[in-house]
């Protein structure tokens, strides 16, 4: 039975104390939180579990041997390391860090001390996820040309980071998974409408050494909410939307036939192919509950789990230079 | 009666030809395409109608009062400047030329022989264009925020203009016509599949002086067809649709209501507003039928259209400022 | 060459004569309609086919083989009669006839006198419907166990046949042409909201021998346009949307599983199956184009037409126990 | 504090109970149900509520002031019985009964006992009904015309009651809430595709005096779920589409105009109405957490609850109308 304590009960927290508790071969032990009043919810809930205002009590608590973090990204840094350092194993929400050096440095205390580091990249976790892989790898998908995702809605606001940190982050997670290639630069354009505030709405293009580019428009400005990526191939395209409830993956048989007229390149003709749609049936389990499996039986198994403390490195370097190409309106920086 | 000849008898010109037959102020005198089976085609439909593989015959024909172009982009300077020359009114299809240079010498050739110059930027004249800027000029819209359009689908590949001249075009020209400002810089990433040919799908941001920004997202290899676009203000937010038959307006009662915390800038209280959706009937009738009589009427009454010249000559700098944005990566180019 | 004649030139109408002028193979060689602007019309986009007020003109006409009717259903029996008279070949909008003994009668003039009688079921001739006979006749889709469709929208009221003559007739037909037995009995309810007008809505539920029901919702007076019908059988199920525009056939692997247990026949096990989704292409040639082509083949081989007055009759007979159902508030009528 | 036993804790009872828990003014003393593992997860996650298969223990309770009814249709009768004779107040799950018999019987020890009787007719309490309610009731709709809902899906199969007393429950107290007349009669056709076992697809007529008249259309056996209800009236027009998160409710300025002409009925103009769509607002607090605190109130302030047992008997005559009619194929019983 693995012993966990998490850090911060507000907005995802509660899912992670939920998945916890339903695992049989976990139990939470405790709950740290600043504030009292959702430290008695947890209470009402959950009468057997402990609740502190401290962190310190977790780190120095011996029936705990995990900790998961769910505190804003700020704070995400210290008290993973603190965690490492007091020997538990770590499940720390994404981003990893608030900087790629901060995330090196917790990959490297992880590996010194032999403990598992898991960010939580959710989406790894789906079976809409993991089937888009699947099709993506077939060969009857053709080569990948594009990925471009919208992922825009009303709300909620960060006040420590901007809107890529915060939606373009589940973006690039699920591209970091599908697509066997990493992007080699980035530009990204976007604004905040709050003075003094982080950008609220941002659109990132992401340059490939192939034929691929990636593209991003994330917004908490928008009135409708969006979940939809759009995967090309050469021979078939995804659509994956978040938000159906039944049908989330769409494959087409879809796609361009160039026919190349020897001695004029000029003159290619271009024909479309339109078949069948298939939409696949996708595991249905809650990501989360198969994400805190895993990360039990990686620690149990002393294995390296899918999304260990390398790929949130990956990410947040990603955004750190799309930060610094937004500042430069757009143009491209090497990531 | 006004006398029109119609040059280019491909995808679009058919509509022209339409419109202008079912216009009872003005008669299709001849119609001009370089493939004799599209003429042929002419020939059953409108027995009456002269067709002619030169589009000189339709300049030198005294009948002919004004010309209508919906040929290549490339060949639209020529065309439109020997007409002009001629004495004839033109309508000239999106974009009015393909070099900003060339917009200016028709706008210039135009003036100095007081001839009607419009350039056919369709969705100007749409009713739920004209519902938008409405929501837009009144005071509870709020002040603009941001503009978002996608516009994708499978098809058709141009191959003398990128993706951009193609179907951004026509997000410039309805922003150029809604949005009270100009954007002063353009950022735009792309790519090709098609070794040789112009980039197949573009994602655009453009600057504004003030608060505000606009992104543009065009892909002719979209495994689905979507025309949607977003548009924030302080007060409202508008979803256009156009791809729904009944409901391609709708305007939402939502937003963000900022608090300031005098003493820590930092610690902005930030609500959602979330009220009523609206949906207003929109005028249904087609927009070439409207732009047919606008143009007439400009004519007869030696008025400057909607949709002169120089709108034209606007959209194309925003489009050369893209193409050099593009080749560079996504650096902002100053329109 | 076919020569035709077209009676009726109102909402359906243009479309007879659109298509059989693009068959290669037929001409129009007169219209006829009781309205002179209608006819001005023809004159203007087709001007070498003549119009007339009198349908004696076409029938007396040597050039004409076939006759197609687009009136009202109250002057279907007499038009069809008199045309099958003069010897033409006729094409009957649905319903064929205001009575199953006018149906009768025209079946066997035209019987008599060796004439092609098509009516005109245009779904029967849809890539959609032909699509959907294919998935119900294949073995994976186990036995039929309903048929429900709604066909609902604002208008087009009728003067002479209420809702389910006009719309009922589309699902009539097509359940005639998909399902491999006839219903046995009726129960139909419905109300006009317009006093002395026909009922403008209805609901219809079909019996059969077997453990199938079918059932038809059909409404004028509907504020948004539904044209979804759901097919249900043991091992899938299909969804039929003709208002979708690329995926109007869905085809389910859904369904339930029932385990007996064999000393309790109450304590049945039902599980259910949800497996992946199928939308295939359909042909999207437009129907009418099809029909036109059959009607004309069906002349030239003396072949019966896959819509003959008999099964136009037969769809009758069920709209006649539908109105005398209607009449008793649901009893059961025989068919 | 009120004291709460709830009978059954299948499908519907957690949802009772977390509701109970989460009321400040209610607690859920004890749990009762036939099956241990179901009593387990109660003791997981509310350690403080007793659990017992004994109903007997909850009528013994003195601490319990009121019983929660989630059990089998078939044994609601005798359940509710026993609690009102051992003094508590009575919430039954819909439908109240398994006879309008049991159910007059059941009002009748409420009343004497002076005890509150409230049948869960959960929809009556949601934001979306309530606010098509106020929609009805204003002059601006004109008088009502139809009531048209579909309720279908995949499952779940009830053993002891058809698909009407199931899922058609929810539309009849939904009419009977909204609409300001009962019904006099109703027709059902309807079909059993498990050899033995309640009908599984229904569909039902319903009579007025007026001329309105409201359809249902049930199915356990649909490939999608579907929740759409059409309301028409003379003026306005509703769609409410309970799957839709953010806009349930849309309300059509739509409908038809009928000019009578003096000297003949018969040529009655029918012109269409289109105007504006509007989507109000609507509370969105789950409607059972409403229910409880009416409950509750009621019970403090003994007052009669919006849903007391004469909706549930009205609501059980209809059902057993309709059960009726469905063994004559239809015929229209007298509610």
């Not at 499940?91 to 608030?98: D, G, M, N, Q, T």
Request: negative net charge.
């Amino acid at each position: 039975m693995l012993g966990v304590g998490v850090v911060g009960y507000g907005y995802w927290g509660p899912n992670l104390v939920r998945n916890f508790m339903s695992d049989a071969e976990t139990r939470v032990v405790a709950v740290c939180d600043r504030a009292p009043q959702r430290l008695a919810e947890v209470g009402r809930l959950y009468p057997a579990v402990k609740t502190t205002t401290d962190p310190q009590d977790l780190f120095r608590n011996k029936d705990i041997d995990a900790i998961a973090i769910a505190t804003p990204v700020a704070t995400h840094f210290d008290l993973a390391l603190e965690a490492l350092r007091a020997g538990k194993h770590v499940l720390v929400e994404k981003p990893i860090a608030s900087t790629s050096d901060q995330a090196s440095r917790l990959i490297d205390e992880a590996a010194r001390r032999k403990l598992v580091l898991l960010v939580d990249h959710t989406f790894v976790f789906t079976g809409a996820v993991n089937k888009i892989r699947d099709v993506m790898r077939d060969e009857s998908f053709g080569r990948l040309q594009y990925y471009d995702s919208t992922r825009v809605n009303l709300g909620l606001f960060q006040h420590d980071v901007n809107v890529m940190w915060d939606l373009a982050v589940h973006d690039l997670s699920i591209m970091d998974y599908v697509i066997d290639a990493a992007p080699v630069a980035v530009s990204a354009t976007g604004l905040s409408h709050v003075p003094g505030q982080p950008a609220n709405l941002a659109f990132l293009t992401l340059f490939f050494d192939a034929d691929i580019i990636a593209h991003i428009n994330v917004n908490w400005l928008s009135p409708v909410k969006i979940r939809r990526t759009l995967v090309g191939g050469s021979k078939r395209m995804i659509v994956y939307d978040d938000l159906e409830t039944s049908e989330k993956v769409k494959i087409y048989d879809k796609g361009i036939t160039v026919t190349e007229t020897p001695d004029d390149v000029r003159k290619l003709l271009i024909s479309y192919r339109t078949g069948d749609l298939w939409s696949p049936k996708v595991n249905e389990t809650e990501a989360l509950r198969l994400e805190v499996a895993h990360f039990r039986a990686c620690i149990e198994n002393g294995e390296k789990p899918l999304t260990p403390g390398e790929r949130g490195l990956a990410i947040v370097r990603m955004l750190e230079a799309a930060d610094e190409s937004m500042k430069r309106r757009g143009e491209a920086i090497t990531i």
